[in-house]
């Protein structure tokens, strides 16, 4: 909200909109369900490198150069609110919601098998 605010400040005379929210949001490359970049390199990240998961907090943070804290406290509580991410005891799985927002194709495998 702060970025979006200082987006308006600057282009839209301090006055927030539909309009200026989506472009402001469009130019930090925020998504429609608000996921960054970061959240975006997660995911990818599980997906691409990891076949979808399980993997571990620390390989994930070392795949996409952030620290694990940050990873674990600031992006993984909401991509497992929006049911993209799941906890298992082997590590974390990317859902088929995750391939489906990032338009990758899930594997037959991953649709059947349980999560855990």
């Known amino acids: 909200m702060k970025r979006v605010r200082d987006y308006a400040q600057v282009r839209a005379r301090g006055s927030i909109d539909q309009a200026v929210a989506t472009e402001a949001l469009a130019m930090l490359e925020?998504?429609?369900l608000g996921l960054d970049d970061i959240d975006r390199?997660?995911?990818s990240a599980i997906i691409n490198k990891f076949q979808g998961g399980p993997v571990g907090i620390e390989t994930i943070a070392a795949a996409i150069s952030e620290e694990?804290?940050?990873?674990?406290?600031v992006y993984e509580p909401y991509l497992l609110q929006l049911g993209f991410l799941a906890r298992t005891p082997r590590g974390r799985v990317a859902t088929k919601l995750a391939y489906q927002h990032l338009g990758i194709p899930c594997p037959e495998e991953r649709l059947q098998a349980p999560l855990f």
């Open 30 to 32: 925020v998504d429609e």
């Open 41 to 43: 390199r997660v995911l």
């Open 68 to 73: 694990a804290d940050t990873v674990m406290d």
